[in-house]
């Protein structure tokens, strides 16, 4: 096997995680993005290839769970990322226990389509409720 085959290899079976604590009350969406973005430059500096439209969904759905915590959720949020070969979990923990509910179909409604922007975006999205609040796990494809 070649070098570059090698360090392909292990590019795609590094390992990358990374979390941040946030005060829910006076959190700006723009810095978990900014946490997301410095996550996926280092991704790439391990030689993880992270295309345009997989950065930028990532970006979405950190945006949209973190919408949803600032919204529905007092006290702190944690932002949690675990890059795994090419899949990106990206989890959401906060305090409430009232796990995130996809609206129906409303052709006329404005708003409320975070999470299904989500659901269309991931491969997967788990909540899990604790006795503290809840963590949303949304596994998205980097490749």
């Given at each position: 096997?070649?070098?570059?085959?090698?360090?392909?290899?292990?590019?795609?079976?590094?390992?990358?995680?990374?979390?941040?604590?946030?005060?829910?009350?006076?959190?700006?969406?723009?810095?978990?993005?900014?946490?997301?973005?410095?996550?996926?430059?280092?991704?790439?500096?391990?030689?993880?290839?992270?295309?345009?439209?997989?950065?930028?969904?990532?970006?979405?759905?950190?945006?949209?769970?973190?919408?949803?915590?600032?919204?529905?959720?007092?006290?702190?949020?944690?932002?949690?990322?675990?890059?795994?070969?090419?899949?990106?979990?990206?989890?959401?923990?906060?305090?409430?226990?009232q796990p995130p509910t996809a609206q129906p179909f409303q052709p006329g409604r404005i708003g409320q389509h975070g999470l299904e922007i989500v659901l269309a975006l991931c491969n997967q999205v788990t909540t899990q409720t604790a006795e503290c609040g809840k963590t949303v796990r949304a596994?998205?494809?980097?490749?």
């Amino acid at each position: 096997m070649s070098r570059q085959a090698r360090q392909a290899r292990q590019a795609r079976q590094a390992r990358l995680q990374a979390a941040a604590s946030y005060d829910a009350r006076t959190l700006a969406i723009a810095e978990t993005r900014d946490f997301t973005e410095a996550f996926l430059a280092q991704a790439a500096a391990w030689g993880v290839v992270v295309a345009d439209v997989q950065r930028g969904d990532a970006l979405l759905v950190v945006s949209e769970l973190v919408t949803n915590v600032v919204r529905h959720a007092p006290g702190p949020c944690t932002l949690a990322l675990d890059l795994h070969e090419s899949q990106l979990q990206i989890e959401a923990s906060d305090t409430s226990q009232q796990p995130p509910t996809a609206q129906p179909f409303q052709p006329g409604r404005i708003g409320q389509h975070g999470l299904e922007i989500v659901l269309a975006l991931c491969n997967q999205v788990t909540t899990q409720t604790a006795e503290c609040g809840k963590t949303v796990r949304a596994h998205l494809a980097l490749e």
